[in-house]
């Protein structure tokens, strides 16, 4: 991936973020459609219905969107955590982990370009770094559920137990991605029954 992967500039006026909006949702439909190898510039920026120009204003490259649509995925789920948080206030991990579980996959199989873009991050320097400050971000928000939770029959690290649970639900959610319900649910309800057990519920 080229060196020069930041985003230009982050749009103020409506009408520069409507066309941005309007680029990174071609882009991720694209994406779906034909593979992240064979996205073009010319082709995102004729289904934004926007000239090539317009696309070259906001990012360098096609190295620059795809960090920019990853970084926006990473964010709504990151902003989902942080806004759960509060409510967990008096909630077992019984009722929480598998609400939370279920409500991130819903995401995931409502964005399905996030599959394709995690994929290609590992193969690429700077996003396996990006992926992996997504998933410490992710870690550190349900540390603090966690601490809650751990019972003290359970000798964990906290913080290690949360990294796991990140890192091995990612792997399950994005195996259900790709595999039909039937196989997919019955994965899901023993990875919720194992980080319950972790946790010592």
Request: avoid cysteine.
């Given at each position: 991936m080229s060196d020069d992967i930041e985003m230009r500039k982050a749009p103020s006026q409506a009408r520069s973020k409507g066309r941005l909006d309007s680029i990174l949702n071609a882009a991720s439909k694209l994406i779906v459609q034909k593979g992240l190898p064979n996205l073009g510039v010319r082709e995102i920026a004729r289904h934004a219905d926007i000239n090539i120009a317009t696309f070259y204003?906001?990012?360098?490259?096609?190295?620059?969107?795809?960090?920019?649509?990853?970084?926006?995925?990473?964010?709504?789920?990151?902003?989902?955590?942080?806004?759960?948080?509060?409510?967990?206030?008096?909630?077992?991990?019984?009722?929480?982990?598998?609400?939370?579980?279920?409500?991130?996959?819903?995401?995931?199989?409502?964005?399905?370009?996030?599959?394709?873009?995690w994929f290609a991050g590992q193969a690429d320097p700077e996003l396996r770094a990006l992926n992996l400050e997504d998933s410490r971000k992710n870690a550190g928000a349900i540390a603090k559920w966690v601490q809650l939770w751990l019972s003290e029959n359970v000798h964990h690290d906290h913080e290690a137990l949360s990294m796991h649970i990140v890192l091995s639900t990612g792997q399950v959610l994005r195996h259900a991605q790709i595999v039909g319900p039937a196989e997919a649910e019955p994965l899901l309800n023993l990875h919720k029954s194992y980080i319950l057990r972790m946790l010592g519920s």
């Open positions: 204003q906001f990012f360098p490259n096609k190295a620059a969107l795809i960090r920019t649509l990853s970084l926006r995925h990473m964010e709504a789920v990151q902003s989902f955590l942080d806004g759960y948080a509060p409510t967990i206030e008096g909630r077992t991990a019984e009722d929480v982990i598998p609400n939370v579980l279920d409500a991130v996959l819903s995401y995931y199989m409502d964005n399905p370009d996030y599959l394709e873009l």
